[in-house]
């Protein structure tokens, strides 16, 4: 092995890979970088310095891991899988800012380990090429607990991070673009072709930049009913969003009332869901609080 190699190439990574006789499991979505471009690409996206902290979600053997201890003054990496454990303790041993948590994301209380392990630094941003099979409720969790995050800088499947960044009127918007965008503001950083993986994922994937916002995007009197109604009116895209909404608020909403909210919030009732703003879902949800339909 020679001493200087990065991880994140194919040589070092299948010299670790067999030193610990390490097998990928697919039912993780492990698919681990091997490309030096790639990662610096994330890292920079991340604009990070030794006053801010980053949180790693997946380090796989420590590829991306290494570059964020070097350019972050905190970095916790959390890992589901036990066998990483030691590869991840020995690749990283340089590092002694780096945490390595051995734990599934979405158990873990993130409030609670940003107070151990963030106190120090000024900023946190979450930066992770993350597993596929859980993408969504991952960003999700990140999102709607209200972290003190700066950016979330991921690798995602591309067709899910054209969704989260589609805007109102095309076939990729619907509520997960809503529900991302309300909380940050996502530009896609760049394309990433499968051959940066070992192994090779069977999709396209993208590298998402989402940028937390300090306070949502629009004001809603009430988050739970304002996502309602978001849901409701994509339940079925091909249908207007007055029929929608007639069938999650019946029988108070009848189509009468409901048109004449929908028309009250500005908002043609033959429209389909597909082509409202954030502003609109917000302007519409208020209304139809304020008209007693919750
Ligand atoms: N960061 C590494 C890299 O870029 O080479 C590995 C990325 S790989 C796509 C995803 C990693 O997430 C794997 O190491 C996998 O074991 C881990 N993982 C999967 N589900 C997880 C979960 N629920 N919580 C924490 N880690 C998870």
Do not use: W
Request: charge should be negative; include cysteine.
């Amino acid at each position: 092995m020679n001493e200087i190699d990065d991880i994140a190439t194919p040589r070092r990574t299948k010299e670790i890979i067999r030193r610990h006789g390490f097998s990928f499991k697919k039912s993780l979505g492990q698919n681990f970088l091997i490309d030096q471009n790639i990662l610096t690409k994330i890292v920079n996206a991340a604009e990070l310095d030794s006053t801010k902290g980053a949180l790693e979600i997946g380090p796989g053997i420590g590829a991306l891991t290494e570059k964020l201890a070097q350019v972050a003054g905190a970095v916790t990496a959390v890992e589901i899988d036990r066998r990483l454990i030691p590869i991840l303790q020995e690749v990283l041993e340089p590092y002694p800012h780096v945490q390595i948590e051995h734990a599934d994301v979405l158990e873990v209380d993130l409030q609670q380990l940003f107070k151990a392990n963030f106190s120090e630094v000024s900023k946190v941003s979450v930066v992770a090429n993350l597993p596929y099979y859980v993408t969504t409720p991952i960003l999700m969790k990140l999102l709607e607990e209200k972290l003190p995050l700066e950016h979330i800088v991921v690798m995602i499947q591309k067709e899910v991070a054209e969704r989260m960044a589609a805007s109102p009127g095309g076939k990729e918007y619907g509520t997960l673009s809503i529900a991302v965008q309300y909380y940050s503001e996502p530009e896609l950083v760049c394309i990433v072709p499968n051959t940066v993986f070992i192994p090779q994922p069977n999709v396209d994937s993208a590298v998402i930049r989402l940028t937390v916002r300090d306070r949502p995007a629009v004001d809603v009197k009430d988050e739970r009913h304002y996502f309602d109604v978001v849901h409701s009116s994509f339940a079925q895209r091909r249908k207007t969003i007055s029929n929608n909404l007639k069938s999650r608020f019946a029988p108070e909403g009848g189509r009468e009332r409901i048109d004449a909210l929908l028309e009250q919030a500005g908002i043609t009732p033959s429209r389909r869901g597909e082509t409202l703003s954030l502003q609109e879902f917000a302007t519409l949800s208020n209304t139809l609080l304020e008209a007693g339909i919750q």
